[in-house]
């Protein structure tokens, strides 16, 4: 650790001197002249960044020689740039209004900054005004609403998350681009995350394994959180909902100067709990108590070198009763972190990190000892990422990460208390080719080395052709994931049901992934449609037969021989007169489990999304109503179960299935902002979730209908 920390202080003095100079200006609206707050503003080649303060003025400092172009981007409205190659030291923009958001910078795709429009991945965005105008309370409550191919389902541990018919041991859940790791069941809390602090979520579809290694076998969700914009800023905001007697207190406190940054986010989330089925003595909702905070600083070491630093904890305090029957009374979260980046030349920017997600659940149902530590588990990484900027038309990615996981547990590998860990080393690069203005190329190869499992190669290729409003993509990615350890090491007896033996013999299971897409797009209006289809190999799963010594049912694990998943999915974002704003999403999805020739289960074949939205801007008091909504067709679900005989006793398995009945859900949300003194402002919500009051418990984040209110001060 005393070598990591004397590496970060010679990577952070590390200067390198060249001509620099100080570029400011203001960034407005273009039909109202008004402020645009949070515009991004970057330097190319080199790509320094400031953001807009709340009078639309910025500050860019440490602009190198070799910068030739100055790009401003802001959700909402179309992206403008300006030549810097005079002396001329004050810029100012002027920017139209799109509904469309294709010069939003987005970094999921390819680890480095790109607008939306560019980028040769198909990203979904999540904007921070749709964040804003839907009032949710989660960033999970967010998914739910915007993507059609996203499905919940609900059990006594958290909430499981599907993407493109793959659950959560799929999906790689990406924090400020850190991954979150998730103690049962692969199931990240998102919870865990203050849903004001979000200013934007970044969806990548399919196997992204060659930049993302392990787990990005399904999708990649990035979460990124918003950063301080003016010297002093904070937020302070309540929200209650009638029904689910849930109550949020949050708040945001920032401050910055030339050299340091730092900012603070914390929130308490609490519910007394309710039971919308009573007859099946199972509470709906359980009484808990959230707490967390999180900070994070930056400083400035020279004009070349930055220290990152940041840490959080969360606990949630869970009133289980009778609803988990072994369920974890509380559980805590820490995460941790410390990096450096490093600008060599206008070429060369290094990012070091060195990171730990940390996590331990206390379990209140263990007899004479119910403060005891159930579990605990712990993702380590060390990570370097290098970005060389050849030209316009050429960027390298070269990275590098050492992965360190361990799990303790008093019952999940045998009746001792007993810990297990697993570690992996990577190393990866990426070329973005731009071969002609029309034509962007990348292609990228992962190495991975695995005590275990031996070494892997990972290659992915995609391609983006333009021809005047329409864009084309095209994706081939393949990926790899070495099984967990509870599928290797398994070795308990599930709530007093039936044993689940692990299996050390499991293969990593590997993906094939290819999409094309088709884009098209204009100040008002944006269509795409996009088809993909993903083969899954060595699909681990569980299985059931009788233990031959203990007589029992027991569940093993192996590995299957393929599974295929095909679908299509489409997006349509318009303005249809003046202020009004309307989205759509649909997804189709054909699964197929070649072991069993069946479906796979839990997946809803169409599902879609719906939103419009009425947004005045030029009232005194800027006023918002949204409508959104998304259904699902039914799931269809198998069951294995002991066959007896005559007798009783127990002869093999059958199979039955069984479908679960489709379902929609409605919500309406009413904002608006109030201005209170100078830069401060009262923002006011009103709303309703689930407004046809669906209560299957399982299927939905929150069942029943809630009418809720907030009130949010900015300072």
Request: charged fraction near 25%; hydrophobic fraction near 35%; include cysteine.
């Amino acid at each position: 650790m005393k070598k990591i920390a004397l590496l970060f202080f010679l990577l952070s003095v590390f200067y390198v001197k060249g001509q620099v100079r100080t570029l400011t200006g203001q960034v407005t609206d273009k039909k109202t002249g008004e402020p645009v707050v949070g515009a991004h503003i970057m330097t190319y080649p080199s790509q320094r960044i400031a953001v807009s303060n709340f009078d639309g003025s910025y500050i860019l400092e440490g602009v190198a020689a070799g910068d030739t172009v100055l790009k401003v981007t802001m959700v909402g409205y179309i992206g403008a740039e300006q030549n810097i190659k005079s002396s001329k030291q004050t810029i100012d923009f002027e920017l139209e209004e799109s509904l469309c958001e294709f010069s939003e910078v987005v970094v999921t795709g390819t680890r480095t900054l790109k607008t939306l429009n560019d980028t040769p991945i198909l990203t979904k965005l999540i904007s921070k005004q749709q964040i804003q105008a839907s009032g949710a309370s989660s960033a999970l409550d967010i998914l739910e609403f915007s993507l059609p191919g996203v499905s919940f389902s609900r059990n006594p541990h958290n909430t499981s998350m599907e993407i493109q018919g793959l659950g959560n041991r799929y999906i790689l859940v990406l924090l400020d681009g850190q991954r979150m790791t998730g103690e049962t069941l692969d199931q990240v809390n998102m919870s865990r995350i203050n849903s004001d602090d979000i200013e934007k979520i970044e969806v990548l579809g399919g196997a992204a394994s060659a930049l993302y290694g392990s787990n990005a076998i399904g999708s990649v969700v990035n979460i990124i959180t918003k950063k301080n914009r003016e010297k002093w800023q904070g937020d302070v905001g309540v929200k209650y909902g009638y029904e689910n007697k849930d109550l949020i207190n949050d708040l945001t406190f920032g401050y910055k100067n030339e050299n340091f940054d730092v900012r603070f986010s914390g929130f308490r989330r609490s519910s007394d709990g309710y039971d919308l089925t009573p007859d099946d003595n199972k509470a709906t909702q359980p009484a808990y108590i959230d707490y967390s905070g999180k900070i994070t600083a930056k400083y400035d070491v020279s004009k070349k070198a930055r220290l990152n630093v940041l840490g959080s904890y969360f606990r949630n305090d869970n009133e289980s009763g009778e609803t988990f029957v072994s369920g974890h009374k509380l559980r805590e979260n820490y995460t941790y972190g410390i990096g450096a980046e490093v600008k060599f030349s206008d070429k060369n920017f290094l990012v070091l990190k060195a990171s730990a997600d940390d996590s331990k659940q206390s379990d209140t149902n263990l007899g004479d000892k119910p403060d005891e530590v159930f579990g605990k588990n712990s993702f380590k990484t060390i990570s370097l990422l290098n970005t060389y900027t050849h030209s316009d038309d050429l960027q390298i990615v070269f990275g590098t990460d050492y992965n360190y996981e361990s799990v303790y547990s008093l019952t999940t590998f045998g009746p001792e208390p007993a810990s297990k860990s697993i570690k992996d080393f990577n190393t990866y690069i990426q070329a973005d080719y731009k071969i002609l203005p029309e034509l962007d190329f990348i292609t990228g190869l992962r190495y991975t080395h695995h005590p275990s499992f031996g070494s892997h190669y990972t290659p992915k290729f995609s391609l983006m052709y333009k021809l005047n409003y329409f864009k084309f993509r095209g994706n081939l990615s393949w990926g790899y994931k070495t099984p967990s350890l509870k599928h290797l090491y398994y070795n308990f007896f599930m709530g007093g049901q039936f044993w689940i033996y692990g299996n050390p013999k499991l293969d990593a299971e590997k993906s094939f992934y290819n999409s094309f897409s088709i884009e098209y797009g204009r100040k008002d209006f944006n269509f795409s449609v996009n088809l993909f289809k993903n083969t899954l190999d060595d699909k681990i799963d569980g299985y059931f037969k009788i233990n031959t010594e203990t007589g029992q049912r027991a569940m093993y694990y192996k590995n299957y021989s393929s599974v295929t998943i095909r679908g299509l999915e489409t997006f349509v974002n318009l303005r249809l007169w003046n202020d009004f704003t309307s989205q759509l999403g649909y997804n189709f999805l054909e699964t197929k489990d070649l072991e069993t020739n069946r479906e796979l289960p839990g997946v809803s074949k169409h599902s879609g999304t719906w939103g419009l939205t009425w947004s005045n801007t030029r009232m005194k008091y800027p006023i918002s109503l949204n409508i959104s909504g998304r259904v699902h067709s039914p799931r269809q679900y198998f069951e294995e179960k002991a066959k007896k005989d005559g007798t009783g006793a127990t002869t093999g398995n059958v199979i039955t299935s069984a479908n679960e009945a489709g379902f929609a859900l409605w919500r309406a949300t009413y904002s608006q902002d109030f201005k209170l003194y100078e830069k401060y402002k009262l923002k006011v919500q009103l709303g309703v979730d689930n407004i046809l009051d669906y209560k299957k418990n399982e299927t939905v984040i929150n069942p029943g209908r809630t009418f809720w209110g907030a009130l949010r001060i900015y300072l």
